[in-house]
């Protein structure tokens, strides 16, 4: 779970690709760098995730089969919502008790 803002938007044939500022880290099951790429298996544009927006992005780490991808992957169940200072306490709250 982290706080990311969307720096650009580009599909990638059936996925969408979002380049992302991580902003601050509230629950971290595997190592996020400052500037992420973070894949949705979609190209609806769900969710809406606007250039220039601030998130709380719930993501996983998806890792194929031969270990020659790894990556991480917004799902369409995923938790994207818009980020602010409540949704941030909500979050860092939640995060200290899982």
Request: proline letters at 6%; one cysteine or more; hydrophobic letters at 35%.
């Amino acid at each position: 779970v982290f706080h990311g803002r969307i720096l650009a938007r580009r599909v990638v044939g059936r996925e969408t690709r979002y380049e992302v500022a991580v902003e601050a880290r509230y629950r971290q099951r595997f190592p996020l760098v400052s500037r992420e790429y973070l894949w949705v298996p979609n190209t609806c544009g769900c969710p809406p995730l606007l250039e220039g927006g601030e998130y709380v992005l719930m993501a996983r780490r998806h890792v194929n089969h031969e270990h020659t991808l790894n990556r991480i992957l917004l799902q369409h169940d995923g938790y994207a919502r818009p980020w602010t200072p409540r949704e941030a306490r909500l979050v860092r709250g939640a995060a200290q008790h899982c």
